[in-house]
């Protein structure tokens, strides 16, 4: 059972929900993960335990906690250390976020977490879950566009469960290839026809949020699974022309409200700016608004890209540290699960990310294969 819930964390979290509550996308999620870990952590502390000697040589969790040691000294000294501990107002992605990913990951390590696993837990689980999202985000937009029933949206964007059409979109499409690359396994054969309507589901979805770098990383992650993992030069071939085209049709049907570079011209230099006046240890999370200059733009509370966030949050030591897991990932992770990486980060250059986002990007990592 605790095994099981670990593997499903990460795809419960985006369901997580609370109308009328204090911030009521980011919070109950924040909330959700924190108290579940800690949970997880006091049943299974005499299994930790026995397992110590293991863990303080387990190279991926070595890069981890020197990670988060790095991230509390910059978070101490920051612009704003209450902040930077306890996450933003909206946010909530401060040290305490972290602190309980980095355990999740330990306990992940701790119960041999495979993701050769994934497959068994497609159809009873995540696949529903998953689901459950695609369904909910169709459901918002039939009641609000077409029975004309107000509820919550962004702009007049589809936004769920998540608060943010970004935020949806880039989950559904996580979590379609988490599907699509795992579908094939023995244990998921006998389910295409499950497998083509999630699809479907998950493209009107899509289409709903029209969140331009969800659908950015679609293209891209089709563009990985068509270089890493079709054999057939047929196949490919029918895959980069469907990927062009797609992308045509895309840019065509956006290009009147194309916005995804335009915050990000005006963010990312300043961004690099500040990280080169402070390389050291950075500035702390989440104090990129108290840096921002009002007169250049409206109040910005994140990078717009993670590794210029990274950089922000711990200066270059930390930044350096999070490419060397990115890059130990790539290299010792099968090829569908490199694919799910590289889409993860991927879509976390162009906009800011949820929480839900951030674990999934963790739980891959954590899935690593061990290396002592």
Not at 164 to 170: C, I, M, R
Not at 217 to 232: D, E, H, I, P, R
Not at 243 to 258: D, G, P
Request: charge should be positive; aromatic fraction near 16%.
């Amino acid at each position: 059972m605790r095994k099981t819930l670990l593997y499903l964390l990460p795809f419960c979290l985006p369901l997580i929900f609370i109308p009328s509550f204090p911030h009521e996308y980011e919070l109950p999620k924040f909330l959700f993960f924190v108290i579940a870990v800690q949970l997880l952590l006091i049943v299974s502390f005499k299994r930790i335990y026995a397992q110590t000697s293991f863990l303080i040589h387990d190279k991926t969790l070595i890069l981890v906690g020197l990670f988060i040691f790095i991230l509390f000294t910059a978070d101490s000294v920051g612009l704003d250390p209450k902040i930077s501990f306890l996450g933003s107002a909206s946010r909530y992605q401060g040290f305490v976020l972290m602190m309980s990913i980095f355990e999740y990951l330990i306990l992940m390590r701790v119960y041999q977490l495979e993701k050769n696993v994934l497959s068994k837990m497609l159809i009873p689980y995540i696949y529903p879950l998953a689901l459950a999202l695609s369904l909910i985000t169709l459901g918002q937009f039939f009641i609000h566009s077409i029975l004309h029933i107000p509820l919550p949206v962004y702009n007049d964007r589809i936004v769920a469960t998540m608060g943010n059409p970004n935020f949806l979109g880039s989950i559904l499409v996580i979590e379609l290839f988490f599907i699509l690359l795992y579908r094939n396994d023995p244990a998921t054969r006998n389910s295409k026809v499950l497998f083509f309507l999630f699809q479907i589901l998950i493209f009107l979805s899509l289409i709903f949020t029209r969140s331009e770098s969800a659908i950015l990383g679609l293209l891209f992650g089709y563009l990985a699974y068509a270089v890493l993992l079709v054999k057939s030069v047929y196949k490919k071939i029918l895959l980069f022309i469907f990927i062009a085209v797609a992308l045509f049709f895309t840019v065509m049907s956006l290009r009147s409200n194309f916005s995804i570079w335009d915050n990000q011209l005006r963010i990312w230099p300043v961004a690099a700016e500040k990280i080169l006046k402070k390389p050291l240890l950075g500035y702390g999370q989440e104090n990129f608004q108290l840096i921002y200059p009002e007169n250049l733009h409206y109040v910005v509370d994140s990078a717009h890209n993670i590794f210029l966030e990274t950089g922000l949050t711990g200066g270059l030591p930390l930044l350096i540290l999070f490419l060397s897991l990115i890059f130990q990932s790539l290299r010792m992770h099968s090829p569908r699960m490199r694919i799910l990486l590289l889409i993860t980060l991927f879509i976390a250059q162009f906009n800011p990310i949820s929480i839900a986002h951030i674990v999934l990007l963790w739980y891959i990592i954590g899935l690593t294969p061990k290396k002592t």
